[in-house]
Each structure stands twice: as structure tokens, then as C-alpha cells.
């Protein structure tokens, strides 16, 4: 089963998150901060990272170039979520290697295509 992993310090997006993505066949897991993330990566490796920007202590910028500097997690889809939706954390975000990127609040059938479409499941 395709797993995700929602990282997320807000429980209300976490668990709607979490719901899109088991309604639509994925196994979840879920963190609230940039290090659990990072351990739950090494312990489960998703096949997809749903990754807030804001985050408590490690950013999600931090968290996306600690995975893109590991060869096992180089190519490993990362989707960036912020509330932000400002062009230069965009840009930042991207250069860092994120493969897309949602601002909050976003659609969530929208999301979902991104998603599979990450994934290779897309049409």
C-alpha cells in the first residue's frame, strides 16, 4: 500500500489531511514537527511527503534539504504546504527541491491530484 506522510503542527489539518488520504487508498502516517518527521521517514519511508513550512523547532525548508542531502530520500516526492503563499517561499521552496507546492487553504480535490499524480497514479 502507498504510504504518506502528513507533517503538519496543526491537529485540525492533520486530521483532515490524514482523512483525504485514507479515503483515497493510502496508508498515513502523520507528524507535528520538522524531527519526528524526519524520524518517521527513517522508520517508515513514505512514498510521498505532505510537508507544512511552518513548523515547531526544524522548518520544513530544514526537513526538506536534511531528506534531499540523503541518497535514499533524494528522489522522494515532497509536496510543501504553507499559508503563505507568498512567491518567494515558493521559489525557496523548489530550489530546495520540493517537487510542488499547496497553499493553505487549498482545494482538496486539487490536492489529491497532485498527489497521484506525484505518485504516478494520475491519469
Avoid at 489531511?17 to 521517514?41: N, R
Avoid at 518567494?88 to 480535490?109: C, I, N, W
Amino acid at each position: 500500500m502507498t504510504r504518506v506522510l502528513v507533517v503538519d503542527d496543526e491537529p485540525n489539518i492533520v486530521l483532515s489531511l490524514e482523512f483525504l488520504m485514507q479515503q483515497a487508498g493510502f496508508d498515513v502516517t502523520t507528524a507535528g514537527d520538522g524531527e519526528s518527521a524526519l524520524a518517521q521517514v527513517q522508520l517508515q519511508p513514505p512514498d510521498l511527503v505532505l510537508l507544512d513550512i511552518s513548523l515547531p523547532g526544524l522548518s520544513g525548508f530544514e526537513v526538506l534539504e536534511r531528506l534531499r542531502a540523503q541518497p535514499d530520500f533524494a528522489r522522494l516526492p515532497i509536496i510543501m504546504l504553507t499559508a503563505h503563499g507568498r512567491e518567494v517561499e515558493r521559489e525557496k521552496g523548489l530550489a530546495l527541491g520540493a517537487d510542488d507546492y499547496v497553499t493553505k487553504p487549498f482545494s482538496t480535490q486539487q490536492l489529491l491530484e497532485q498527489v497521484k499524480r506525484l505518485l504516478g497514479e494520475g491519469n
